[in-house]
């Protein structure tokens, strides 16, 4: 018997997850950018406060196609559900699903 060893892209959750533990790590190097950054900004150290600045905006720029592939693997999944049949399909329009099924009144109510 061989076992597979699980990575984190053996399934769209998995990969999920991945993502979700990139953008908090991302996260965390930010928080530690910008305080960094106060520093050499209050010691006018300005080729430092430049190379900062440009770590800023690689780490915004990852953290926001982190969050593009993240929505796209929720997407994935959802597909994949409606494919596999682990969803039902609704056939209504667009703009009916989000109108409530209409209320009938009760027999008793009318009186």
Do not use: G, W
């Not at 984190?8 to 979700?20: G, H, K, L, M, W």
């Not at 520093?39 to 006018?44: D, E, F, P, V, Y």
């Not at 593009?68 to 703009?95: F, G, V, Y």
């Amino acid at each position: 018997m061989t076992s597979r060893l699980q990575t984190p892209f053996d399934s769209v959750e998995n990969a999920q997850q991945y993502v979700r533990l990139l953008v908090e790590a991302i996260a965390e190097a930010k928080n530690e950018i910008s305080a960094d950054l106060d520093l050499a900004t209050k010691a006018k150290l300005d080729r430092r406060v430049q190379a900062m600045q440009i770590v800023q905006f690689k780490l915004d720029k990852l953290e926001h196609h982190l969050k593009t592939s993240s929505r796209l693997l929720n997407d994935l999944r959802s597909l994949r559900r409606l494919l596999l049949e682990e969803r039902p399909l609704d056939d209504r329009p667009l703009d009916e699903r989000s109108q409530p099924d209409p209320v009938t009144p009760d027999r008793d109510s009318a009186a």
